[in-house]
T-cell receptor, first 114, second 112 residues
Framework: EAQVTQNPRYLITVTGKKLTVTCSQN?????MSWYRQDPGLGLRQIYY???????DKGDVPEGYKVSRKEKRNFPLILESPSPNQTSLYFC?????????????FGPGTRLLVL | GDSVTQMEGPVTLSEEAFLTINCTYT??????LFWYVQYPGEGLQLLLK?????DKGSNKGFEATYRKETTSFHLEKGSVQVSDSAVYFC???????????FGAGTRLFVKA
């Protein structure tokens, strides 16, 4: 079954304690992205990756890091979380074939930073 | 910078009514345009996409046409069902990368 998995699904942490949210896809997709969703703001892209070792900033990259060492994995790292990073996070993967696009989103990770 | 503006919700319709959710954008060049749907408690699903002017994306009875002259990509469905109740997001992706900008979302309620 084609899927994007995220772990953990729920996380409560404290300010300054480093954390990593993992994202993995089993479809061999080239493109992967991280988004955060906040009420009234829709989704905002944090980082994206167009292939292994190719990452770039989205709209709101401050306070986040990513890496893409393998095609299937795209972890999101918060080196020093702050309360304004409390949000719902989604990972997504995409495959483009000309104008056609296949895209899958993970189930989301709800993060609370105290 | 690039931006997407959607009509504010919630939109409440009766079953079998016609649906329009407005979306306009600001971008340089020729972005790709998207509609996504998010059902309660779930992640997003790509609903439809258009990559150039006058393209029509369609899926599951939903349609949207890329209008360059009015910088719009309005979502339409001829007859909505209760199961269409969800939040709908319009988005654009600029040329030359994978940076994606979303609108704030429009919540749709369909009553039986």
């Amino acid at each position: 079954e084609a899927q994007v998995t995220q772990n953990p699904r729920y996380l409560i942490t404290v300010t300054g304690k480093k954390l990593t949210v993992t994202c993995s896809q089993n479809m061999n997709h080239e493109y992967m992205s991280w988004y955060r969703q906040d009420p009234g703001l829709g989704l905002r892209q944090i980082y994206y990756s167009m292939n292994v070792e190719a990452t770039d900033k989205g709209d709101v990259p401050e306070g986040y890091k990513v890496s893409r060492k393998e095609k299937r994995n795209f972890p999101l790292i918060l080196e020093s979380p702050s309360p304004n990073q409390t949000s719902l996070y989604f990972c997504a993967s995409s495959q483009l074939r000309g104008p056609q696009e296949t895209q899958y989103f993970g189930p989301g990770t709800r993060l609370l930073v105290l | 910078g690039d931006s997407v503006t959607q009509m504010e919700g919630p939109v409440t319709l009766s079953e079998e009514a016609f649906l329009t959710i407005n979306c306009t954008y600001t971008a340089t060049g020729y972005p790709s345009l998207f509609w996504y749907v998010q059902y309660p408690g779930e992640g997003l699903q790509l609903l439809l996409k258009a990559t150039k002017a006058d393209d029509k994306g369609s899926n599951k009875g939903f349609e949207a046409t890329y209008r360059k002259e009015t910088t719009s990509f309005h979502l339409e469905k001829g007859s909505v069902q209760v199961s269409d109740s969800a939040v709908y997001f319009c988005a654009l992706r600029g040329t030359g990368g994978f940076k994606t900008i979303f609108g704030a979302g429009t919540r749709l309620f369909v009553k039986a």
